[in-house]
Every structure is written in structure tokens, then in C-alpha cells.
């Protein structure tokens, strides 16, 4: 009963493809699990805008919508139609082909992620043998797009947006890559899903998640941190800075196409979450051996709410940076701990299992971070600022 | 020649050729992106996921945002285009036909050419791997180490920048 409970839509797709005629069967495989991916992302986009919105509401001490349906529930059903029915408007000195193809581009590279995320046991599109790989390969496109959409808007803030934008995800895609070769170098392998299958086990109650090992909790850190940069997200939303440049790269985008970087952008954080759950959070793994009996994909979802509701909770806490600020972050403290959690992981490996391997890599890894925190704050110079690159 | 190379070759000739045709050059730049995936798209049709991916990640991610952020912190807008064709069109295909015939000879007219092609080896990510850590560690880490002190050494200029300025 479990068994068919967690394998239930590899089943159903199985009797699916039953009915069709043996040459049409891989075409068709292909097709349905692409049409469940392009369907189930974009209603949990659906739901995390309404989640978002709620979420942040009550941090700041408002209702939220609560006009449409009970709840609001039904308010990204009307943003939806509103994005739709609204009127398309292209700058006249703006590029018009570049213009249009910078949200397709940034859609179509969100979507290709999915390809390689275990959403279940048996549910994965391809599993490929570069499969991390892959995914850092369709993300690095994103940049692409975003400077498409500055630059064809023809417009000083979306300019600014997009330079803005490029630079944080080329500063924060260095250390996202190195937090993630820890997993890669215990797990052997860059297949998703056989990173999955190296955290499957469990000693007692408790499973053999990455996240619970000293360089797999501060690989997951890093990997947050970076992700939530990577996805423009508070406190790294620069790019669209509304105080100072608006809404950056699409500010010049109306309708539809605003709405489909919106999507975009929150299928790109969905991805990444959906990557750090894969590769520190055990993928659809339980999180207690005596939880298994719940299907598989149940705790993917799981894992990829709780994240999202991180998301949204830094959101509505978090103050903005400043680009100096964002810039040193990445480059003095995020790249120099990804570099040494690379060595301490690999003393890991060689060290005899026990505590005392607990013990000196949490203090190779602590050690640090503290004097690395200490160091940069007693350079921090308290004075009148001066503006170098504006007067 | 399956159908799907036919396509991807047409993909790949026609950016490049549209990057070098183009006036404006982030339009040259956008065009010669669509030819280094066109290129990634054709050695993933080979079975090359590793090559392919990188060539994404590095030409597509890396590459292209690189020459598109020269062009714009070089370029003026308001600046006089100049054209960007040769009048010599005549000679200048001249010149490449020739270059072309003198490659297509040589490579036919080569003794590796000559030899049947050995039966195509199955290569996946793994055994690359496992061929860089063993067989070829020692380039592989002092190409690393380069890159490392490559890294910390731009880090270690834009950090000095600032002092100067003040």
C-alpha cells in the first residue's frame, strides 16, 4: 500500500503509456512529465505569491489581500487575469526583438532546471550523469537574459538594474559552485539522483543528510546565502532596488511578459531550493526512519515550503544591502569559507568516524569564521562617506 | 547526418555568420552566443555531456557577458558607427574560400584521415573524472592552483583600489 502510494504516478504514467502504440512510448513519457513539471511549478508559484504576500503582510503588521475568495485565496487567479488582459507596451527607441525574447529566454532556461531534480523515488525527468552540472549550466543563461532585458529597454534604470543584476549572480555563482563540490567530492558522483541515494540510510532514527555533518551544515549556509542572491531576493534584491531604480531590468516590461519574469524569477528560487534540498536536505528522503511510510514526493514539497517560507520570512526581516557591502560579502567572507570547507571536507573523508573527526572539523570550521567575522568588522572605518563613483 | 545535426548546423553557421554581419555589436555578441550553443547543442549530440555543459557554462555563462560588458563599458552609444562591412567583399571571400579549400585538402589528404575509425569509446562524467584524479593530477592541480591565486589575485586588486582613490 505505501509502495503504491509513494510510486503512484510512476505507475499511473506506466499505464498511461500502456494504452499508446510502442512507437509513440518514449515521445509520449517525454511529453506527459514535461507537462506535469510546466504545471505543478507555476501553481506552486501560484500559491507562493498569495503565501508571500500573507506572510509578509503579517510581519509588517497588515492584512494582506483578503478580497478575493476566502483568504484572498483566489488573488493570483486576478493577478493572473490582470497581467493577461493588460496592454503590452514596448518602449518606441527599445530593440524590439531582443526586447521580446529576454523573458523567453529567462523562462525557458528556469524551466530547463527541473530536468534534473529527483521530485520523488523514480521521479526524475533525466537522470543524467552531469547532472549538477547541467543545472549550473541552464542557470548561468539566466545572466544572459537579464542583460538582454537592460539593455534592449534602452532605458538608465534598467541599464543600471541589469549591470547591477549580472555583476551579484557572476559574484555569487563562484561560491554557490564551490559550496556545492563538498557534496560532490563526498558523494562521488554529479548525478542527482545518486546523491540522493549516498543520503538514503539511516543510523537509528536519524538519516545521513549532508546538512548534518560540520562541512555539510556550512556548505548548506553558503549555498542558501548564495541562492537567495542568485534569485534576487531581499536582502540581495540590488537589481530591483524600488528606492532607487525602480524595479531595475523590467521595469520597461507591462502585462504579460512583467508577469513572466516574475515567474521566472520565482521558478529560478523554486530550482535552487529544490537543489539544496537534493543535494545537503536528503532529497525526497523522510527526515526519521519511522516517517517513510509518507510518499516520497510529499517531502520534497515539504522541504521546498519550508525553504520558500525561509524565503519569505528573510524577506520581511531582512534590511537591503548596499553594493559595496553585497560585493565584499561575496568575494571576503562567503568565497574564503567555501574554500576552506573544501579543505575541511576532505580532511573529513580521511579522518577515523567518530567524534573527535566532529570534533576538530567543526573547530577547523568555527575558527575561521569567527576571526574572519572579527577581522573584517575592525576594517570597517567609521567616518564621513565619500562618493567616488558620483558626486 | 541525421536531421537534428542538419538543424544545429544551420543554428550554429548562421549566428556566427550573423555575428559577424551584424552593425550593432551586442547584436554580434547575442548572434555569437546563439553559435556557442549551437556548438554545446552539437557535442551533447555526440554523447559529450561533459565538453557540452561546460561550453554552456563557460562560452554561454561566462564569455559572452565578459565581451558584453567590454562592448559596453568601451562603447558610447552616441559614438559614429562605422561600418562593419569591408568594401573588399569580393577579395575577402576570395581569401576564405581559399583558406577553406587549402584545410579540406590537407585534412583529406591526411594519413589520420586515411584510418578507420576506431569504435566509439562510452565516456561518462565518471570515468572523466576518475581519468583527471588519477592519470592527469598533477596538471589538474597546478591548473587549479593557478586559477585559485588568479582569483585571490583579482580579489586582492579590487580590494586596493579603494585605498588608492581615497
Not at chain 1, 31 to 48: D, E, K, N, R, S
Not at chain 1, 183 to 205: D, H, N, P, R
Not at chain 2, 89 to 104: R, S, Y
Not at chain 2, 160 to 165: F, P
Amino acid at each position: 500500500m505505501t509502495q503504491t502510494l509513494d510510486q503512484i504516478f510512476v505507475i499511473a504514467l506506466q499505464r498511461l503509456l500502456g494504452l499508446l502504440p510502442v512507437a509513440v512510448r518514449p515521445l509520449a513519457s517525454a511529453i506527459l512529465c514535461v507537462v506535469a513539471i510546466l504545471v505543478v511549478f507555476p501553481l506552486l508559484f501560484a500559491i507562493t505569491t498569495w503565501l508571500e504576500r500573507k506572510g509578509l503582510g503579517r510581519m509588517q503588521n497588515r492584512l494582506g489581500p483578503n478580497r478575493t475568495g476566502p483568504f484572498g485565496l483566489l488573488q493570483p487567479v486576478a493577478d493572473a487575469i490582470k497581467s493577461l488582459t493588460k496592454e503590452d507596451i514596448v518602449p518606441i527607441t527599445a530593440d524590439h526583438v531582443v526586447h521580446f525574447l529576454a523573458p523567453l529566454v529567462l523562462v525557458m532556461a528556469a524551466f530547463l532546471a527541473y530536468a534534473v531534480l529527483p521530485i520523488g523515488r523514480n521521479m526524475v525527468l533525466v537522470n543524467m550523469n552531469a547532472g549538477v552540472l547541467f543545472f549550473f549550466a541552464v542557470g548561468s543563461t539566466v545572466e544572459l537574459s537579464v542583460f538582454m532585458a537592460g539593455w534592449s529597454s534602452r532605458s538608465k534604470y534598467s541599464l543600471l538594474g541589469a549591470m547591477r543584476a549580472v555583476a551579484q549572480m557572476i559574484s555569487y555563482e563562484v561560491p554557490m559552485v564551490l559550496a556545492t563540490i563538498v557534496i560532490i567530492m563526498e558523494a562521488g558522483s554529479l548525478s542527482t539522483v545518486a546523491i540522493v541515494e549516498k543520503q538514503a540510510g539511516y543510523t537509528g532514527i536519524f538519516p545521513h543528510w549532508f546538512v548534518f555533518t560540520p562541512w555539510g551544515f556550512m556548505g548548506f549556509a553558503l549555498f542558501m546565502i548564495a541562492a537567495t542572491a542568485e534569485s534576487n531576493r531581499s536582502p540581495f534584491d540590488l537589481p530591483e532596488g524600488e528606492s532607487e531604480i525602480i524595479a531595475g531590468y523590467y521595469i520597461e516590461y507591462s502585462g504579460f511578459k512583467f508577469a513572466l519574469f516574475f515567474l521566472g524569477e520565482y521558478l529560478g528560487m523554486f530550482a535552487t531550493s529544490g537543489l539544496a534540498i537534493t543535494l545537503f536536505l536528503g532529497g525526497w528522503s523522510a527526515p526519521f526512519s519511522f516517517l517513510t511510510w509518507i510518499p516520497s514526493y510529499a517531502w520534497f514539497f515539504a522541504k521546498l515550503l519550508v525553504l520558500i517560507g525561509a524565503f519569505i520570512w528573510i524577506r520581511g526581516t531582512l534590511p537591503r544591502l548596499r553594493m559595496d557591502q553585497l560585493m565584499n560579502l561575496a568575494w571576503q567572507y562567503i568565497l574564503p569559507m567555501a574554500l576552506i570547507n573544501m579543505l575541511v571536507a576532505g580532511i573529513w573523508h580521511f579522518m577515523p568516524v567518530g567524534p573527535i573527526r566532529w570534533l576538530v572539523c567543526s573547530v577547523l570550521l568555527a575558527a575561521p569564521c569567527v576571526v574572519l567575522s572579527f577581522t573584517l568588522k575592525r576594517k570597517k572605518r567609521l567616518q564621513v562617506r565619500t562618493y567616488y563613483f558620483a558626486e | 547526418m541525421t536531421v537534428i545535426f542538419l538543424i544545429l548546423a544551420v543554428l550554429t553557421v548562421a549566428g556566427t555568420a550573423a555575428a559577424m554581419g551584424m552593425r550593432n555589436a551586442v547584436h554580434c555578441v547575442l548572434a555569437l552566443t546563439l553559435g556557442f550553443a549551437g556548438v554545446a547543442a552539437l557535442y551533447l549530440q555526440l554523447d559529450a555531456q561533459f565538453v557540452g555543459f561546460t561550453q554552456i557554462m563557460v562560452y554561454v555563462g561566462a564569455v559572452a557577458i565578459l565581451a558584453v560588458f567590454a562592448i559596453m563599458m568601451t562603447h558610447s552609444p552616441t559614438s559614429v558607427q562605422l561600418p562593419a562591412y569591408s568594401t573588399h567583399w569580393l577579395a575577402g571571400g576570395f581569401v576564405a574560400a581559399a583558406v577553406f579549400a587549402v584545410l579540406a585538402w590537407a585534412i583529406r589528404a591526411s594519413a589520420a584521415s586515411a584510418q578507420p575509425l576506431p569504435p566509439q569509446p562510452d565516456i561518462d562524467v565518471q570515468q572523466i573524472g576518475d581519468a583527471l584524479m588519477h592519470r592527469y593530477v598533477l596538471p589538474l592541480e597546478i591548473m587549479g592552483l593557478l586559477l585559485t591565486a588568479a582569483l585571490i589575485g583579482a580579489v586582492v586588486i579590487a580590494m586596493d583600489r579603494k585605498e588608492e582613490i581615497k
